[in-house]
């Protein structure tokens, strides 16, 4: 049975609504959980591009990457966990990891499937939730995975139209 049903979070999927690249976020991470993260993109298979200042570059160990000064080139990392789908990591700082995703590539069951089996995937690894919110929003999730539940859950009304 699936976390989310389509007919459920369709409002949260909406581009209009949500803006093109919603937030993606974990609390309280670490520079181990950005390693973590980093892991299980390799163990799992995913394909990934890592750039810094546009040019692609092997993917480095976390602690390489973080922390971050202010005035550092930017740092992407490119995540495909299935054909068609790409989510954006951005480190910049070890206390915060941040992600998008572009909702026009997760439309109907199968997308909801994907988004959620991903944040699952990161959410078990790191014991930790993981929220999304609008655009923009940051702070205000409209759903997230609970670890306790072992689930990606509802965290907000989908016909309420903002925080």
């Given at each position: 049975m699936p976390?989310?049903?389509?007919?459920?979070?369709?409002n949260f999927?909406?581009?209009?609504?949500?803006?093109?690249?919603?937030?993606?976020?974990?609390?309280?991470a670490s520079v181990e959980d950005w390693q973590a993260v980093f892991d299980?993109?390799?163990?799992?298979?995913?394909?990934?591009?890592?750039?810094?200042?546009?040019?692609?570059?092997?993917?480095?160990a976390a602690a390489e990457v973080l922390?971050?000064?202010?005035?550092?080139?930017p740092v992407l990392l490119r995540v495909r966990p299935v054909p068609g789908v790409q989510v954006n990591f951005w480190p910049m700082s070890?206390?915060?990891?941040?992600?998008?995703?572009?909702?026009?590539?997760?439309?109907?069951?199968a997308g909801v499937d994907t988004l959620c089996d991903f944040m699952r995937a990161i959410g078990r690894r790191l014991g930790k939730p993981v929220f999304m919110c609008a655009e923009g929003q940051y702070g205000y999730p409209h759903l997230g995975f609970d670890p306790a539940a072992d689930r990606v859950v509802l965290l907000a009304d989908p016909e309420d139209s903002g925080p």
């Open positions: 976390d989310l049903l389509w007919s459920e979070v369709e999927f909406d581009p209009n609504r949500m803006g093109r690249l919603p937030d993606l976020w974990v609390p309280d299980l993109i390799r163990s799992n298979g995913w394909a990934w591009e890592y750039e810094v200042d546009g040019t692609t570059r092997p993917l480095p922390p971050r000064p202010a005035e550092a080139e070890a206390t915060e990891l941040d992600f998008d995703v572009d909702l026009r590539e997760l439309q109907g069951q």
